[in-house]
T-cell receptor, first 111, second 112 residues
Framework: AQRVTQPEKLLSVFKGAPVELKCNYSYSGSPELFWYVQYSRQRLQLLLRHISRESIKGFTADLNKGETSFHLKKPFAQEEDSAMYYC?????????????FGQGTTLQVKP | EAQVTQNPRYLITVTGKKLTVTCSQNMNHEYMSWYRQDPGLGLRQIYYSMNVEVTDKGDVPEGYKVSRKEKRNFPLILESPSPNQTSLYFCASLMRGANVLTFGAGSRLTVL
């Protein structure tokens, strides 16, 4: 079954501390993985996707096919990073736009 | 501005009173979808549409209907709302082949 698991509901860190939001997936093929973010009172928006291999707002995520993981990392958290983060999977060849989302992790960065 | 617009943003209703949440996009996207967001469950897909007059069930379609008569609009219809449909609803769209969703601002629905 296709599934995305984010084991932490809430992750609370102090400003300047490293952050790692965990994401594991279950999919038999070659999926495309995404991180979406929802800041307070804002729309859900794309943060990054694994095929881009880029760093957005200091965040990076590497697809580890062996561990079926796509953890989101940032070396030094900022207060403005506080938000809800969703990991999502798109079946590689679906072309349907279907995304399977994880349960979401709330990141709280304390001053 | 390219965007997805949902209305109403907030609604409190009673069990059994039919309601419609509208969704409109101005980006000429072929694909549109509805999700509901519930604590601990994340985002779950209700229905999606690949193009005009083409709709299909997502993961949690029970109690909902949709239609896609025009490319820009994709309304979500609750014929007889029940309290378990109290949720935050998101409409989203994307261009075929792009694989990145553009979301609306969300509609918070409470069914008493």
């Amino acid at each position: 079954a296709q599934r995305v698991t984010q084991p932490e509901k809430l992750l609370s860190v102090f400003k300047g501390a490293p952050v790692e939001l965990k994401c594991n997936y279950s999919y038999s093929g070659s999926p495309e993985l995404f991180w979406y973010v929802q800041y307070s009172r804002q729309r859900l928006q794309l943060l990054l996707r694994h095929i881009s291999r880029e760093s957005i707002k200091g965040f990076t995520a590497d697809l580890n096919k062996g561990e079926t993981s796509f953890h989101l990392k940032k070396p030094f958290a900022q207060e403005e990073d506080s938000a809800m983060y969703y990991c999502a999977l798109s079946p590689h060849s679906s072309n349907t736009g279907k995304l399977i989302f994880g349960q979401g992790t709330t990141l709280q960065v304390k001053p | 501005e390219a965007q997805v617009t949902q209305n109403p943003r907030y609604l409190i209703t009673v069990t059994g009173k039919k309601l419609t949440v509208t969704c409109s996009q101005n980006m000429n996207h072929e694909y549109m979808s509805w999700y509901r967001q519930d604590p601990g469950l994340g985002l779950r897909q209700i229905y999606y549409s690949m193009n005009v007059e083409v709709t299909d069930k997502g993961d949690v379609p029970e109690g909902y209907k949709v239609s896609r008569k025009e490319k820009r609009n994709f309304p979500l219809i609750l014929e007889s709302p029940s309290p378990n449909q109290t949720s935050l609803y998101f409409c989203a769209s994307l261009m075929r082949g792009a694989n990145v969703l553009t979301f609306g601002a969300g509609s918070r629905l409470t069914v008493l």
